[in-house]
């Protein structure tokens, strides 16, 4: 049974990238965080349920989602691209042209 708190994901690597395409239906972007650093992404939000009353059924996810991605390779995380659309969300993540390793995370801001 695959967890629900880790969203699935897809990852194709291309020659000077990797495009990440991860599942978060239910994630609006003002709930999601994007963290990197030199080698690794970490994505997370929260899913809020907007339904109130007496539930005789709860079956969709409600709650946190987190997952964290590492790269066999130096990624360019100052040029990642993200979109966030119908739940889906994409980034574009440049791979290093050199082996320049950054001390600090950041974070990526998603386009709306």
Same mark, same amino acid.
């Not at 969203?7 to 978060?24: G, Q, R």
């Not at 030199?38 to 007496?54: A, L, P, Q």
């Not at 059924?57 to 995380?77: A, S």
């Not at 979109?83 to 980034?91: A, M, S």
């Given at each position: ?15 000077? #990238? &990797?495009?990440i395409i ?24 929260? #899913? ?5 009353? +007496?539930?005789? +059924?709860?079956? +969709? &996810?409600?709650? #946190?989602?987190? +997952?964290?991605?590492? &790269? ?27 082996? &320049? ?11 709306r």
């Amino acid at each position: 049974m695959q967890n629900i708190a880790e969203p699935p994901v897809d990852i194709i690597e291309k020659a000077d #990238k &990797f495009i990440i395409i991860m599942d978060l239906p239910g994630v609006k972007p003002e709930n999601l965080s994007i963290k990197a650093t030199e080698n690794s992404i970490t994505v997370s939000g929260i #899913k809020i349920n907007e339904f109130t009353g +007496r539930y005789i +059924r709860m079956e +969709r &996810f409600v709650g #946190k989602v987190k +997952r964290t991605i590492h &790269f066999n390779t130096y990624i360019n995380i100052t040029n990642t691209v993200g979109t966030l659309k119908d739940g889906v969300l994409i980034l574009e993540i440049p791979k290093a042209t050199n082996e &320049f390793i950054v001390e600090n995370c950041i974070e990526i801001i998603i386009r709306r």
